[in-house]
C-alpha cells in the first residue's frame, strides 16, 4: 500500500533507473509525482479523420506507421527524418528537422499505432497535400484496445517527459498512486476551504490528473477548473504562509545588535551631501530600529530608479563601521561596483574609511594583499560584483551585507554572502519598481521599505516613441543638444548582427553612426564582451566629456550615474520590457538641462509602423508616466511573470500560479497573515500537516543554503 512519502521507486512502472531520472526533476516520492501535473490535456474523445484536417489547424490524430526514413536535401544538406502514417480516411506526412535520433533509435516501426499533435499545413514544397512539421507524439500499443481508458476514449493528460519516462509511463504511474491512496490527507485549513470553497485535495489532483467527461477543454487550457483553482490556491497559500513563518523564525537568530550613539550621528552629518526627503528619513529610520534590534535585519528597500536609496544605504554602512564591524557590498556588474566605490570614496572622505574594490584583473599580488588586509579587518567595506562569493573571500567580522539590484541575483548567492560572517544584517536593494503585493510574496521573508519620492530638483524625462520616418529629424535633434553642451546614450539591443534577429548591432551601429551621421562628434562603444579596463575607459571618458556620444548594449541599464547625458535613444524599443526601458529613461535627467528618451519604433515587417495600433499602445504608455511602480503594473500584465522577474532571483517556481493574478495573491497573503496571527508556530492540532509541509520546504530551503 502506498503513501505520500513512499519513495517513487516502488510505484509501478517506475523502478530504480527511473526513479533517479526522476530525481532530476525533484521527483522522489509519490506525493512529488503527484504534484507533477499535466502541461496540456489532449481530447482524445474523437481523434480528427486525416481526410477532414484543414490547413493551420491544431489537432490530434490516430494513424499506423507505414513508412520512415531519413531525407537528406541536395541543395544546403538539411537533414529532414520523414513518416507516411494513415487512418481509414487518408495518409499524412510527418516530418522533424535535424532529428537523426528518430531514425538512429528506430522509435517508429512499421504497423506501429501513433497519436500524432500539431498543427496541420500545406506542403508548400511537396505535391501540396497537408504535412505537420515537428509534432508531438505518443505511441500506443500495436493493437488498440478500446478499453484502455488513460489513453483514449476521454481527456487525457500530457505530461512533460523526463528521460525514458514518457508522457504515457508518468500517466499510468500516477493514475496507479491515485487508485491506491484511498484518502489523501488535507493541507489547507479546514475554516479555509469552507470559507472559500474549495474542492479536496484528493478530488483535486484526481480531476488536475484525469477529468471527468464532463469537463471543458478551454478551462482546462485557461486553469479554470474548479480541481485547478484549488491547486493554484493551495500553491500561493504554502508561498505565502511559508515566506512569513521563515521571517518569524529569522527573528529567534541571535544577530548584532548595533548601539547607535553621537559617533553615529556625527558621522552621518558629514557624509550627507543633501537634505534627505522623508521618503528617506523613513526609510533609514526603518534601517536603524533594525540595526538596533537582537535579531539580523533583514530588509528590501525599493525604490524607483534616482529615488535615493545609495545614500540611505551609505548611512547603514558609517553604522556598521562606527561600531567596528566589516561591510560587504555586492552589485551584479563591474560598472556599477565601480560606481559604488568612487561614491564612497567621495563619500567617506572625512570619515577615512578603508573602501576597497574586488574586480577582475587585479594582479596576483593586488589581490592577495586586499584578502589579506580583509582577513585582519584592515580592510572596512569591501565593493565588487560576484567575485564576493568566491571562497578565499574571508572577513574577519562581517556585520552588514548590501546587495544592490537584487533581482539580478539568485537567493542563494544573498545568503552565501551572509554566509561570510555570523549572522549578520541584510539589506538588499532593487531599482526595479515591483507591485507591493507581489513583493511582499516574492520577498515576504524581507521586510520592506520603500523611497516612493524623488530629491527635489529631479526634472521628469520627456519620452517620445520615433518611427522609421522620422529618423533624419531624430539625428538631427540629437546634433543639436550636443551642440548645447549636452551627452547622449544610444542604446541597441544586441552588439553583433545577427541571421536570426533583424535588429540593429551596437558594434555596426557604431562605425555608421561614427563615420556617417555624427562624425563632427566623438562616438563610443560600450557592450558587455569589452574588456574591464576598456568598459572602465569608456565610461570615464563618457562621464568627463571626453565622448559625445556613447553607443552601447543594455550593460548601462543599472550604475551609470552621467549628470551631463540629456538624451536616451533606444533603438528596437519592442525588444525591451517597460520596466526595463524605464531604468534605461532613469540614466538621464539626473543633471540639471531638459533630458529626453527617444524610443525608437521596430523597421523589420513594419512592426512598429504608425499604424499597428497594439505595438504603439505599449511604447505610449512610457510617453505617459514616469512613475515605475504605474509601468510595472503595466509589464506585469501584458509580459506576465516569467519575463517580468522569472523565478532565477527570486527561488520560487510554480507549476500552476501565475504571479499576475494579483487579486489571487492578495487573497492568499490575506489568509497566511490571519492563520500566523491565531497560530504563529503552526502548533495547533489541526495544522499539524501544513506545520510538517511548511518544515520540510523550509529545511530544504536551509539545506540548500548551507
Known amino acids: 500500500m502506498l503513501d505520500l512519502q513512499t519513495p517513487v521507486q516502488f510505484v509501478k512502472g517506475i523502478g530504480p533507473r527511473r526513479a533517479q531520472e526522476l530525481a532530476l526533476k525533484n521527483i522522489s516520492t509519490v506525493e512529488d509525482l503527484l504534484y507533477h501535473l499535466p502541461y496540456r ?17 491544431k489537432t490530434s490524430i490516430l494513424v499506423e506507421v507505414m513508412t520512415t526514413g531519413l531525407n537528406i536535401t541536395a541543395r544546403n544538406r538539411l537533414r529532414i527524418f520523414e513518416l507516411a502514417g494513415r487512418d481509414e480516411t487518408a495518409v499524412i506526412r510527418c516530418k522533424w528537422f535535424h532529428s537523426d535520433y528518430l531514425a538512429h533509435r528506430n522509435i517508429f516501426r512499421k504497423g506501429q499505432i501513433v497519436i500524432f499533435h500539431g498543427k496541420f499545413e500545406v506542403d508548400r ?44 509511463v508518468l500517466r499510468r504511474a500516477i493514475y496507479r498512486c491515485l487508485l491506491d491512496l484511498q484518502q489523501l490527507p488535507e493541507i489547507l485549513p479546514a475554516e479555509v476551504l469552507i470559507r472559500h470553497n474549495l474542492t479536496n485535495r484528493k478530488l483535486a489532483l484526481n480531476e488536475s490528473h484525469f477529468p471527468s467527461e464532463t469537463t471543458s477543454l478551454g478551462d482546462l487550457a485557461k486553469k479554470e477548473t474548479p480541481a485547478l483553482q484549488r491547486l493554484i490556491f493551495e500553491e500561493l497559500f504554502l508561498l505565502e504562509v511559508g515566506v512569513r513563518w521563515k521571517r518569524q523564525q529569522h527573528r529567534t537568530v541571535p544577530g548584532i545588535s548595533f548601539a547607535i550613539g553621537l559617533n553615529i550621528r556625527e558621522a552621518i552629518k558629514k557624509i550627507l551631501p543633501f537634505h534627505p526627503t522623508n521618503s528617506q528619513k523613513k526609510a533609514f529610520g526603518e534601517l536603524v530600529s533594525d540595526m538596533r534590534q537582537s535579531f539580523p535585519m ?15 544605504a551609505m548611512e547603514a554602512i558609517a553604522i556598521a563601521v562606527e561600531n567596528g564591524f566589516q561591510v560587504g557590498l555586492m552589485a551584479p556588474t563591474e560598472i556599477l ?36 588586509q580583509l582577513r585582519k579587518g584592515n580592510s572596512q567595506i569591501l565593493i565588487g560584483t560576484h567575485a564576493l562569493l568566491q571562497s578565499d573571500v574571508e572577513f574577519k567580522n562581517l556585520g552588514l551585507v548590501i546587495i544592490d539590484e537584487q533581482h539580478r541575483f539568485g537567493v542563494l548567492q544573498r545568503f552565501n554572502l551572509m554566509k561570510k560572517g555570523t549572522y549578520p544584517d541584510t539589506l538588499v536593494m532593487t531599482a526595479t519598481p515591483i507591485p507591493r503585493t507581489l513583493s511582499m510574496t516574492l520577498y515576504g521573508d524581507l521586510d520592506l521599505s520603500i523611497i516612493d519620492e524623488l530629491p527635489p530638483g529631479r526634472r521628469p524625462v520627456e519620452t517620445r516613441v520615433v518611427y ?13 543638444q550636443i551642440k548645447n553642451g549636452g551627452q ?32 563632427e562628434f566623438r562616438v563610443g562603444l560600450l557592450h ?6 576598456d568598459k572602465h575607459h569608456e565610461i570615464t571618458n563618457f562621464r568627463n566629456g571626453d565622448i559625445d556620444i556613447l553607443v552601447s548594449t543594455t550593460v548601462i541599464e543599472v550604475g551609470v550615474d552621467i549628470p551631463n547625458a540629456s538624451i536616451m535613444v533606444v533603438e528596437n524599443a519592442n525588444r525591451f520590457g517597460l520596466a526595463q526601458l524605464h531604468q534605461l529613461r532613469g540614466r538621464v535627467g539626473r543633471g540639471e538641462q531638459k533630458s529626453y528618451c527617444l524610443l525608437v519604433a521596430e523597421e523589420k515587417n513594419e512592426l512598429f509602423s504608425e499604424n499597428n495600433k497594439s505595438t504603439n499602445d505599449r511604447l505610449k504608455i512610457m510617453e505617459s508616466t514616469t512613475d515605475g511602480f504605474v509601468l510595472a503594473e503595466k509589464d506585469l500584465q501584458l509580459r506576465g511573470p516569467g519575463d517580468f522577474l522569472g523565478t532565477r532571483q527570486t527561488g520560487f517556481s510554480f507549476q500552476l500560479a501565475n504571479l499576475s493574478d494579483m487579486a489571487l495573491i492578495q487573497l492568499t497573503l490575506n489568509e497566511a497573515e490571519t492563520l500566523l496571527n491565531k497560530d504563529p508556530e503552526l502548533s495547533m492540532p489541526e495544522h499539524s500537516l501544513l506545520a510538517n509541509v511548511i518544515f520540510n520546504n523550509a529545511q530544504n530551503y536551509m539545506t540548500k543554503r548551507s
Open 337 to 372: 561596483a565601480e560606481q559604488h566605490f568612487f561614491y564612497a570614496k567621495q563619500l567617506y572622505t572625512k570619515l577615512d574609511y578603508q573602501i576597497d574594490l574586488l574586480k577582475s584583473g587585479l594582479r596576483k599580488k593586488e589581490r592577495a594583499y586586499l584578502l589579506e
Open 41 to 57: 490535456y489532449e481530447d482524445r474523445t474523437n481523434f480528427c479523420n486525416v481526410i477532414d484536417l484543414q490547413p493551420g489547424e
Open 528 to 533: 558587455g564582451k569589452m574588456k574591464a579596463n
Open 298 to 312: 533583514n530588509r528590501l528597500l525599493q525604490g524607483d530608479v534616482g529615488c535615493g536609496k545609495t545614500i540611505v
Open 125 to 168: 514544397y511537396g505535391n501540396g497535400n497537408l504535412q505537420v512539421i515537428n509534432p508531438e507524439f505518443e505511441i500506443l500499443d500495436q493493437k488498440i484496445n478500446p478499453s484502455d481508458s488513460l489513453e483514449m476514449g476521454r481527456i487525457v493528460p500530457v505530461y512533460e517527459a523526463i528521460k525514458s519516462c514518457s508522457s504515457r
Open 468 to 480: 522609421p520616418t522620422q529618423r533624419k529629424d531624430m539625428y538631427n535633434f540629437i546634433s543639436a
Open 488 to 519: 547622449a546614450f544610444l542604446i541597441y539591443p544586441i552588439i553583433e548582427e545577427s541571421d536570426t534577429l533583424q535588429v540593429r548591432a551596437a558594434v555596426k551601429e557604431h562605425k555608421r553612426l561614427e563615420n556617417e551621421v555624427f562624425s
